[in-house]
């Protein structure tokens, strides 16, 4: 069965703060994204990345950077947090070259409340 | 600019009963449109993908339309179950050969007893 895992449901974190989520998949996917969804907002792209070592900025990447040395690991980090990135952030894989008509498999998400 | 709209913003309906949710898509190159279910405090799991080419497809008691001239799409859901309850996202793919995919903000669908 598809797995995509988070480090953390539930963070709080403070202003100023680094703040590291990662994401793990087990399904050998080139592909791996980071999202936020904010409610009334549709998911926004902060991240991606098709290749290790390899990323892309999205939508949003300002105040983000993300590292990705392995194939089934791909972290999202908060320089310094600001109460502005309070969100749920949301992990997801899928196969394939830069696929994105691939179906993508979401984490569980990581509810990040910066105080 | 390329958008997905979806309404309404929130329904809720009784067990057992149908219900229809819309998306509305300026998505252009098209390739293809998803729905995606999202239960709370889970991430979205796909429910149905369709090409341009069709027009509908079923995936137990949810069937999704597509109508690539007027650039809509609709998620029927038949004899509504609790389980139902959940955020429905509709999202299209742009023909770029890229990752950009457009999201939708979703319909937040309550089904009571």
């Known amino acids: 069965d598809v797995k995509v895992t988070q480090s953390s449901r539930y963070l709080v974190k403070r202003t100023g703060e680094k703040v590291f989520l990662e994401c793990v998949q087990d399904m050998d996917h080139e592909n791996m994204f980071w999202y936020r969804q904010d409610p009334g907002l549709g998911l926004r792209l902060i991240y991606f990345?098709?290749?290790?070592?390899?990323?892309e900025k999205g939508d949003i990447p300002e105040g983000y950077s993300v590292s990705r040395e392995k194939k089934e690991r791909f972290s999202l980090i908060l320089e310094s947090a600001s109460t502005n990135q309070t969100s749920m952030y949301l992990c997801a894989s899928s196969l394939g070259y830069k696929g994105a008509a691939h179906e993508q498999y979401f984490g569980p998400g990581t509810r990040l409340t910066v105080t | 600019k390329n958008q997905v709209e979806q309404s309404p913003q929130s329904l809720i309906i009784l067990e057992g009963k149908n219900c229809t949710l819309q998306c509305n898509y300026t998505v252009s190159p098209f390739s293809n449109l998803r729905w995606y279910k999202q239960d709370t405090g889970r991430g979205p799991v796909s429910l149905t993908i369709?090409?341009?080419?069709?027009n509908t497809k079923s995936n137990g008691r949810y069937t999704a339309t597509l109508d690539a001239d007027t650039k809509q799409s609709s998620l029927h859901i038949t004899a509504s179950q609790l389980s139902d309850s959940a955020s429905y996202i509709c999202v299209a793919h742009p023909y770029t050969g890229g990752f950009k995919t457009i999201f939708g903000a979703g319909t937040r669908l309550f089904v009571k007893a």
């Open positions: 369709m090409t341009f080419s069709e």
């Open positions: 990345s098709y290749d290790v070592k390899m990323k």
